[in-house]
T-cell receptor, first 114, second 113 residues
Framework: AQSVTQLGSHVSVSEGALVLLRCNYSSSVPPYLFWYVQYPNQGLQLLLKYTSAATLVKGINGFEAEFKKSETSFHLTKPSAHMSDAAEYFCAVSGGGSNYKLTFGKGTLLTVNP | NAGVTQTPKFRVLKTGQSMTLLCAQDMNHEYMYWYRQDPGMGLRLIHYSVGEGTTAKGEVPDGYNVSRLKKQNFLLGLESAAPSQTSVYFC????????????FGPGTRLTVL
């Protein structure tokens, strides 16, 4: 079975600081990995996805993530936080025996302080 | 394209009442999903469908039923609502092939008193 662990349910950064949101996964087969963002009272929007091409994936709004197989990690970063980045972020994995499904982490709430 | 739409946006039920949530997508996606989102729990899969006329159970199916009579629609039913079903419900869809990205609707906030 596949699973996702997001370290830190709440991360707080200052505007202009580095954003680092951590995601570790387990999967018995090479996975597809995703980061989604959810703004208050909205649905989930795809930020970026890893599909076994380049290990460094660039997404929308200046976010990127690096797939590290040896560490089973897919951490999300952004060099300089903006107030508009305040939202909840979800890491998800697809793969293994049930290719229909995405397994989500519990989410990390990002707060950006002025 | 409207993408994935959900009806209604909000609903308040009394314990024991029934209701149906409607999800519609105009992207010709084969797969559709219903999730519930609760604080600190992430998204949990209730039921899903890989094609018209087919449905399958997800992680938390008890108390819910679904139907996929048309490719573009996926209905979620609560036959006898319970307070434990108070949640935000999201519908999602995706293509059968490709990189398996799911597209989400805006959600339905359900309160059961």
């Amino acid at each position: 079975a596949q699973s996702v662990t997001q370290l830190g349910s709440h991360v707080s950064v200052s505007e202009g600081a580095l954003v680092l949101l951590r995601c570790n996964y387990s999967s018995s087969v090479p996975p597809y990995l995703f980061w989604y963002v959810q703004y208050p009272n909205q649905g989930l929007q795809l930020l970026l996805k890893y599909t076994s091409a380049a290990t460094l994936v660039k997404g929308i709004n200046g976010f990127e993530a690096e797939f590290k197989k040896s560490e089973t990690s897919f951490h999300l970063t952004k060099p300089s936080a903006h107030m508009s980045d305040a939202a909840e972020y979800f890491c998800a994995v697809s793969g293994g025996g049930s290719n229909y499904k995405l397994t989500f982490g519990k989410g990390t709430l990002l707060t950006v302080n002025p | 394209n409207a993408g994935v739409t959900q009806t209604p946006k909000f609903r308040v039920l009394k314990t024991g009442q029934s209701m149906t949530l409607l999800c519609a997508q105009d992207m010709n996606h084969e797969y559709m999903y219903w999730y519930r989102q609760d604080p600190g729990m992430g998204l949990r899969l209730i039921h899903y469908s890989v094609g018209e006329g087919t449905t399958a159970k997800g992680e938390v199916p008890d108390g819910y039923n679904v139907s996929r009579l048309k490719k573009q629609n996926f209905l979620l039913g609560l036959e006898s609502a319970a307070p434990s079903q108070t949640s935000v419900y999201f519908c999602a869809s995706r293509l059968a092939g490709g990189p398996r990205e799911q597209f989400f609707g805006p959600g339905t906030r359900l309160t059961v008193l």
